[in-house]
């Protein structure tokens, strides 16, 4: 019945934003883009914060007009920083933190903008990459690990932020094209072709992000550190499609697909897989 109920609503503000396009094309933009941009999921209560997120040194960041949340789980001075996805937080990675912290490495992990206990209410992989960066330059973590859309943000990250100080990266489930992503979205919310290009239009006009190049393929075609990639061919959020344009555009990437592990990916035997990549194991 709430699932029904969702589609009917869903459907309903589709066809709003769509009317309203001939009327106020500015409103429907803004408004196409609020729904698209702000996370309905993954926020988190101070006061009720997961164990593992307790286990952590917290502390937050100020960035301009923005506070990100940081968590450390102190070890020795190889560093690894973990970037979650869409409608997550720094929760998350409890499962693949209990194998990292058998290496006696230092793990950070963050809330994205909008996410967990970080600031505001939009996302947008520019602004999460500038969070990303100011934890590299502070913290040099030589191991970056990112799950959906944070796959994508750090593909994104070591792309526009070239550096000697990450070696490795890992990514899990990334969505390649941002395209596909609005299209996606747009399905969802049976958007017509004119709202569609307004949106894609306010991208271009606000962030400088032209949607046809912005691409996981182009991102990952420039890095030249050791990538491991995996995608679940049962991924049914992003598609395993995805997952090989980026690995055939990163040579520097084994690529590892799996099955029966969905977009989340938590799985023991790909978390050992991990570790034997991150600490050069046979």
Known sequence: MQKALTFVITKLLGLYINALGYIAPKKATALAYKYFSEPRGGRLLKEELPAILTEAAAEMVTHGEFVFQMYTWKGNENTILLVHGWESNASRWENLIAH?????STVIAL???AHGLSSGTEFTIPRYAEFIDILVRKYS????????IGGATILYYQSHYPNDIIEKMIVLGAPCDFNTVLTNYAGILSLNSNVFLMLKKHFLDHFRINTDNFCGDLFASKIKVKGLLAHDEDDTVVSIKEGRKIAKAWPEAEFIVTAGLGHSMHDEQLYSRIYSFLFDEK
């Open 100 to 104: 990292l912290k058998r290496s006696g």
């Open 111 to 113: 809330d994205a903008p």
């Open 141 to 148: 973590p030589k191991s970056l690990v990112g799950h959906s």
